[in-house]
Structures are given as C-alpha cells and as structure tokens.
C-alpha cells in the first residue's frame, strides 16, 4: 500500500500501480491521458480534450453521478477543490476509493507543480515533457500592456477577481485584471459598474468561450466602443498539455489589438 497525500493534505492509499482513473476534471483529463494513455476508466460529459478520448462519463463535475463512477471500480479518483463538490469526494472515499483532490491553483507555477505530483506520485511517471515546456514558457511575467475587465459569465455577469489561474496566466502575457485586489475570487458586479471600469481603470475587455460561450454576437454589445478580445477558454482556464500551446496563441490575440 502506497501512502501518498494530496494538496489538501488528505491521504490517498493506493493499492499497487494506478491503471483504472477517473477524473472529475476536464484539464487533469489531458494531462493524464496525454501523458498516460489508456489508463483512464472514466471522464466527465466535458472533458473534450484529447478529442479522440472514448471513455465512459460520469455525468458532470459539479454533479457527477458517484454510483456509476463506483460502478467502474477505479483505483484512483481526480478532483478539484474548486470544480468538485466535497460531499462527492467523502462518499467516494467511505466507499474506499482513492480520491486525489487538487488545490484551485492560484497560479501558473502553482498548477504545474500540483499535476508534476499527481503525475510523478500517483502515475509513478517521469515528468513529461510538456510539462518541462510549459514551465519554461510560463515563466516570465511581461510588463502590463492592458488592463482588463475579464467576464467569465452572463446571466448574471460574474468576473474573474483576486487569485486565480486565469488571471494568472493573462498576467504573465501582459493583461492585469482590473478586480485583481477584489476580496472575492469570482466577483458578481452589476454591467453599470463593468462600464465604470473603463472610465477609470480599464482599457481592455476580455471574453472566453468557456464556461460562458462569448462570441462576437453575445458579449461585446454590452460595451459598446470598448475595446475587446475574444480568447479561447481553454487556454486561459485549463492546466495542463494546453499551456504549451496557449502562450503564442494568446500573445498573438493580444500583438492584434
């Protein structure tokens, strides 16, 4: 029995090598895929990536259905703090099942570091190879070229706030998030106080496809003549193989404004 412990600091008891995972997040879905083909029992109705991934779901992350997930008997559970519910994690481990709960990452450096353990620690795998990139890549922070308002929902308008990855990553490529200093991590500020912002403090607005699907038709009109960049959200939400790719095709986004 191996004895590891996850970023919350709870035990993980694995019994031998880890072959059958189900993973609750669609970024630790990559990343473990891509880096340890064919384990994987079990995924989310939203994990998309690798595009030709053929596994059982589990419904969603928020609500994923545990009694199927029980049914495919893994040997190792992957959550997140943030994207997960607790009570989900506690009936999978009172069933005996392995859960590795990952910490909500605050940051770039932070995130890589929680998927080198899960990956080096639970998988017993040499660090990948695009994780060792996306080390590199991520780790100058540029100078500040805009600073942003940076929705992430309609319906209501929520925005991302102080200590996230999201915003972490639009930093390092040159984009300060405006509600950085917020008290709360996902703010829910009324539209009159986003167009506030652009009187003031902000000269940039930012819109991802997901969660929310932004698009040049949904979003933008709120704004009228503000200046706006629609950016994949897979690249400014997602921790894992993505990154590699994410750096050149946000700065690019950003070198057209």
Same mark, same amino acid.
């Given at each position: !029995?191996?004895?590891?412990?996850?970023?919350? /600091?709870?035990?993980?008891?694995?019994?031998?090598?880890? %072959? $059958?995972? =189900?993973?609750?997040?669609?970024?630790?879905?990559? *990343?473990?895929?891509? %880096?340890?083909?064919?384990? @994987?029992?079990?995924?989310?109705?939203?994990?998309?990536? +690798?595009?030709?991934?053929?596994?059982?779901?589990? /419904?969603?992350?928020?609500?994923?259905?545990?009694?199927?997930?029980? #049914?495919?008997?893994?040997?190792?559970?992957?959550?997140? %703090?943030?994207?997960?519910?607790?009570?989900?994690?506690?009936?999978?481990?009172?069933? /005996?099942?392995? =859960?590795?709960?990952?910490? *909500?990452?605050?940051?770039?450096?932070?995130?890589?570091?929680?998927?080198?353990?899960?990956?080096?620690?639970?998988?017993?795998?040499?660090?990948?190879?695009? @994780?060792?990139?996306?080390? #590199?890549?991520?780790?100058?922070? $540029?100078?500040?070229?805009?600073?942003? =308002?940076?929705?992430?929902?309609?319906?209501?308008?929520?925005?991302?706030?102080?200590?996230?990855?999201?915003?972490?990553?639009? $930093?390092?490529?040159?984009?300060?998030?405006?509600?950085?200093?917020?008290?709360?991590?996902? +703010?829910?500020?009324?539209?009159?106080? @986003?167009?506030?912002?652009?009187?003031?403090?902000?000269?940039?607005?930012?819109?991802?496809?997901?969660?929310?699907?932004?698009?040049? #038709?949904?979003?933008?009109?709120?704004?009228?003549?503000?200046?706006?960049?629609?950016?994949?959200?897979?690249?400014?939400?997602?921790? /894992? +193989? %993505?990154?590699?790719?994410?750096?050149?095709?946000?700065?690019?986004?950003?070198?057209? !404004?």
């Amino acid at each position: !029995m191996t004895h590891l412990v996850d970023d919350l /600091g709870e035990p993980v008891p694995l019994d031998g090598s880890v %072959s $059958r995972v =189900v993973s609750l997040v669609p970024s630790l879905t990559e *990343a473990v895929e891509v %880096s340890a083909p064919g384990r @994987l029992a079990g995924a989310t109705d939203y994990c998309t990536h +690798p595009a030709a991934l053929d596994v059982p779901r589990v /419904g969603g992350s928020k609500y994923p259905k545990v009694d199927r997930i029980l #049914e495919l008997a893994p040997d190792l559970v992957l959550a997140n %703090s943030e994207e997960n519910r607790p009570e989900d994690v506690e009936r999978l481990r009172a069933n /005996g099942i392995p =859960v590795w709960v990952m910490a *909500a990452s605050a940051s770039v450096p932070a995130a890589l570091g929680s998927l080198r353990r899960i990956l080096t620690q639970a998988y017993e795998l040499p660090e990948p190879d695009w @994780l060792v990139e996306a080390e #590199e890549i991520w780790r100058e922070v $540029r100078p500040v070229r805009f600073h942003a =308002v940076v929705p992430v929902w309609r319906k209501p308008w929520i925005v991302l706030g102080r200590e996230t990855f999201a915003g972490d990553v639009l $930093r390092r490529v040159g984009v300060a998030n405006v509600y950085a200093a917020s008290e709360e991590r996902y +703010p829910r500020p009324d539209v009159e106080e @986003l167009r506030a912002h652009f009187a003031a403090d902000a000269d940039l607005l930012v819109l991802p496809d997901e969660p929310y699907l932004f698009t040049e #038709e949904d979003g933008p009109e709120h704004f009228p003549d503000e200046r706006y960049v629609l950016v994949s959200g897979r690249h400014i939400t997602w921790y /894992g +193989p %993505s990154l590699v790719d994410a750096h050149a095709a946000l700065t690019d986004a950003l070198s057209a !404004m």
